[in-house]
């Protein structure tokens, strides 16, 4: 696992911005905002479901089989992958002791996606939680492998860590490729990989209620998992099994992705800019910040869906597509901000 000697430290302990948290108005202003964004999700469309027309009595149920049947599970939808891939990528920052990895940069997404794919080559009438199964094997599996490549190397600085989780992630989407191709499955791994949430509706996003259960876990083993990313000798010495607690962290990890790549697809950067944005203001403690990833993330991704549903209406953009062009420009503004803040 990972060796504490020459890994770059997160500091659990760096300074929050003072009130922050603890700022009830901040908290309610957060909500309001979360619940604004989620009224917008379900009222943009193709159909008119405007509130006005949903209360008038002149209406068929329409308008309410509209709301029911799609945006009420696209709106859930949107809030579950979202908060679950911004605390998995709060979790695999933790565990690497690096704030620049996420499920999609260390090989994890890519490893979920290979699963899904060898499942519907070779097991296409396996039912979902078969597949999803499956998937999130092929991510513990994509994961471990990161986290052993990096356990082997001696010189661990900022940049090495994502480096290699790069690089593994693009030999395992190399293959993935190379399959789809030698099957004719190229057009249909583009389309199912790249995350979408056109196509949910009641019925095909239930899974993600694991996905919240699981984010549930890994709060309540908040403070185990800040523990864990002081590195081994210092969990070891406070009596933890570090070993052990890498393991339920990756488990979470791959899990949650299986979740969301079976179900939408993958959606970068969440658990990237995420857990970095919310660690500028809060610090590193994860029981202190992890509410605030998961709210974050929520918002982030329900916001870059309606950008995704505006910008062609009535067409759609991927809110993978989105998140790409958001994600990027959030990233290089942390950098910058990193690098000023650093002299």
Known sequence: MLSASKAP????????????VGGSAKVIAAAIALLALAMASLAVGVSDVSWNTLWSRSEDDLVAQVLMYSRVPRTLALVLAGSAM????????????????????????ESATLGM???????????????????????????????????????????????????????????????AYQHDMIQSLRAWSNGDFSAVVEGRYEMLYLSLAVTVVACLAADRFTVAGLGESFATNLGLN?????????????????????????????????????????????????????AA???????????????????EIPVGTVMGVVGSALFLAILLHQRKREG
């Open 297 to 315: 993330g929520a918002g982030l991704t329900l916001a870059c869906d309606l950008v995704g549903r505006l910008v062609i209406a009535p067409y």
């Open 117 to 179: 794919l060898v499942c519907i080559l070779w097991a296409p009438d396996w039912p979902v939680m078969a597949k999803m199964g499956v998937a999130a094997l092929f991510a513990l599996a994509g994961t471990g492998l990161f986290i052993g490549a990096l356990s082997r190397i001696r010189l661990r600085t900022a940049w090495i860590v994502p480096l290699v989780g790069l690089i593994l992630a693009g030999v395992i989407e190399a293959g993935t490729t190379f399959l």
């Open 9 to 20: 430290r997160t500091h659990p302990s760096s300074p929050p911005a003072s009130g922050w």
């Open 242 to 294: 570090y070993k052990a607690l890498v393991w339920q962290g990756l488990i979470v990890v791959a899990l949650v992705t299986a979740c969301i790549v079976v179900t939408v697809g993958s959606i970068p950067f969440v658990g990237l800019i995420v857990p970095n944005v919310v660690r500028l203001l809060v610090g590193d403690n994860v029981r202190r910040s992890v509410l605030w990833v998961a």
């Open 86 to 109: 911004a605390v998995a990528g709060l979790l695999m920052q933790m565990l690497a002791r690096n704030h620049f990895v996420e499920p999609s940069t260390v090989g994890t997404v």
